[in-house]
Nanobody, 124 residues
Framework: QVQLIESGGGMVQAGGSLRRSCAASGGTFSSYTMGWFRQAPGKEREFVAAMSLSTSYADSVRGRFAISRDNARNTVYLQMNSLKPEDTAVYYC????????????????????WGQGTQVTVSS
């Protein structure tokens, strides 16, 4: 099972940018779907973005966030631009042991491994 270590995140003012990184070890990284999820206080964990045979985004972040991966470095990134206070949450990266085009990549239950999560706070 792949292990995921996250870095990046922190606190930023509204309109600012942050980049999250997630390094994987212990698996064949290029064969994994990689996703980002987030959980705000009192809310359920929600899908943010995923990169598999296709790339998908939640409507709330499309056009502001970008997911990318470097298979040579076994790392997935989440570039977050034009941040809003409602983006405040704990962000998690996740890995799924398959590649697909389908919307199944949007569901946390389909992922096999999770990072430790890191707080992102956007102040107004």
């Amino acid at each position: 099972q792949v292990q995921l270590i996250e870095s990046g995140g922190g606190m930023v003012q509204a309109g600012g940018s942050l980049r999250r990184s997630c390094a994987a070890s212990g698996g064949t990284f290029s064969s994994y779907t990689m996703g980002w999820f987030r959980q705000a206080p009192g809310k359920e964990r929600e899908f943010v973005a995923a990169m598999s045979l296709s790339t998908s985004y939640a409507d709330s972040v499309r056009g502001r966030f970008a997911i990318s991966r470097d298979n040579a470095r076994n790392t997935v990134y989440l570039q977050m631009n034009s941040l809003k206070p409602e983006d405040t949450a704990v962000y998690y990266c996740a890995a799924r042991r398959s590649l697909s085009y389908t919307s199944s990549n949007r569901y946390s239950r389909n992922y096999d491994s999770w990072g430790q999560g890191t707080q992102v706070t956007v102040s107004s």
